[in-house]
């Protein structure tokens, strides 16, 4: 398990873009599949996107392709969701997430056993 730590969230109008932050408390940041999720009001909580250790391989979710980005920096134990092109619908709570079980990348939440307090993104139309 390892300790994180989402920021970057706010208000922003349709159209643009937001860059959240993920900080890593452990040493071993490198051996982790680290995602990022979101839940909005009244749903559960939805896989985004995800990135396998030491960042060889990503995955996104069909509704942010094109649209997202993930990024790790293994010096700064960090990583980054960059978001363009912001809908409405992307409105939620967003929280990064992360796990070093054999199952590796994984858009299912119940593979994840660390978790970020989440960072509320809120896009207006």
């Known amino acids: 398990q390892v300790q994180l730590v989402e920021s970057g969230g706010g208000l922003v109008q349709a159209g643009g873009s937001l860059r959240l932050s993920c900080a890593a408390s452990?040493?071993?940041?490198?051996?982790?599949?680290m995602a990022w999720f979101r839940q909005a009001p009244g749903k559960e909580r939805e896989f985004v996107v995800g990135?396998?250790?030491?960042?060889?391989?990503?995955y996104y979710a069909d509704s942010v392709k094109g649209r997202f980005t993930i990024s790790i920096d293994n010096a700064k134990n960090a990583v980054y969701l960059q978001m363009n092109s912001l809908k409405p619908e992307d409105t939620a709570v967003y929280y990064c997430?992360?796990?070093?079980?054999?199952?590796?990348?994984?858009?299912?939440?119940?593979?994840?056993?660390?978790w970020g307090q989440g960072t509320q993104v809120t896009v207006s139309s």
């Open positions: 452990g040493r071993t940041f490198s051996s982790y599949v």
């Open positions: 997430a992360a796990h070093r079980r054999p199952l590796g990348l994984t858009p299912s939440r119940y593979q994840y056993d660390s």
């Open positions: 990135i396998s250790e030491s960042g060889g391989s990503t």
